[in-house]
Nanobody, 129 residues
């Protein structure tokens, strides 16, 4: 199993970035993928997830209306489009996967991120004011 993130970089406040997570060894029809982020000195937090049916999506309040999660099953890839970026969005962004019940409870209930089994190595997003 491998999850590989890309698309991070440095942008000014108000700018946009799109992150990609290529998943191998897991079926997106069975597993749910979420994006997490970890800012310096802070705990890793769930940002968004997309259900295996591509219908269910969830965003934490701090990014709702600015970030969009989507997937392309033909490419086994999950995307995170980030718009109107703010300096507080600066973090290492990780994609992670597990069964739906684990992802949903971890992200929505803000439980320990380590509950998810499969992780990428992360991509850095830096937003300057």
């Amino acid at each position: 199993v491998q999850l590989v993130e890309s698309g991070g970089g440095s942008v000014q406040a108000g700018g946009s970035l799109t992150l990609s997570c290529v998943v191998s060894g897991l079926s997106l029809d069975t597993y749910v993928v979420a994006w997490f982020r970890q800012a310096p000195g802070k705990e890793r937090e769930g940002v968004a997830y997309i259900g295996s049916g591509d219908v269910d999506t969830y965003y934490v309040n701090s990014v709702e209306g600015r970030f969009i999660i989507s997937s392309d099953k033909s490419k086994n890839t999950v995307y995170l489009q980030m718009n109107d970026l703010k300096p507080e969005d600066t973090a290492v962004y990780y994609c992670a996967a597990d069964l739906a019940v684990v992802v949903i409870t971890t992200v929505m209930l803000r439980r320990e991120a380590s509950a998810l089994d499969y992780w990428g190595k992360g991509t850095l997003v830096t937003v300057s004011s």
